[in-house]
């Protein structure tokens, strides 16, 4: 059975250079004239929407597949590779509903034709699905708040200039900054997301710590005075 492997590693036979990707990052085969995807991953994969972590499906040519939820997968390379038997090239394998166990039947349809590889859904809303190494918590939300959240579109951080009650959404802002910013900015890559993200926590942290050196001082100022 002929299997091609895919990752960062240069041993793979498709070479995958994004730090999101493990090294062996899956396998594809063919059974019985279909593909099969398996993922190897510590981060897994997303196929046609769906979210699999070391499983193996049955996929189309051209089934949206994107790796590590950063990379899709480049049928261009993976077809030449390992082309289907002749004649099965346009089936695809789906579940026989109501059955114990799952079983298999063959139907004929047509290949489309490549989408658009894209390299991650962040600007979606809702339907964005937030990588797991950047769900996590956002300073720069939780020290400039409203200022934050309007520079990442994140309107629900206004709320922090509701008196009182901004003492408790702060820190709503800094545990769900990170998921209102990917949802509701398109961003290049997880890197620009975790660069922009960081120059907001530095200004945050910077402004934070440079109004308690100003506190300090205007009280050392004010019992000099005084004295």
């Known amino acids: 059975m002929r299997t091609i492997t895919i990752g960062r590693a240069p041993s793979c036979d498709i070479i995958i250079n994004d730090p999101n990707v493990s090294r062996l ?9 279909q593909y099969v995807y398996r993922d190897m991953s510590s981060n897994g994969t997303m196929v046609n929407g769906r979210r699999i972590m070391n499983e193996r499906v049955f996929v189309m040519p051209y089934s949206t597949i994107i790796l590590a939820n950063s990379v899709a997968l480049p049928w261009n390379k993976v077809l030449p590779l390992l082309p289907l038997p002749s ?31 894209a390299g991650n859904n962040s600007g979606m809303g809702s339907g964005s699905i937030v990588p797991p190494e950047i769900n996590r918590w956002n300073w720069g939300a939780f020290f400039l708040s409203w200022i934050w959240g309007i520079g990442n579109k994140s309107y629900l951080t206004l ?32 890197e620009h997301f975790q660069r922009v993200q960081g120059t907001w926590a530095k200004w945050g942290i910077g402004l934070f710590i440079g109004s308690i050196a100003l506190m300090v001082a205007l009280i050392i100022i004010s019992v000099a005075l005084s004295a």
């Not at 099965?88 to 004929?108: A, C, F, G, L």
């Not at 408790?168 to 961003?187: C, D, L, R, T």
């Open 87 to 117: 004649g099965n090239s346009e089936r695809k394998t789906v579940p026989i509903q109501h059955s114990p166990e799952p079983v298999y039947q063959n139907i004929q349809y047509n290949v489309p034709q490549p989408p658009a590889m």
């Open 159 to 190: 709320l922090c200039l509701i008196p009182y009650f901004n003492f408790i959404w702060i820190f709503v802002a800094g545990a769900y900054g990170s998921k209102w910013a990917w949802q509701n900015n398109k961003w290049d890559s997880i």
């Open 25 to 33: 990052h899956a396998e594809i085969s063919v059974e019985s004239g």
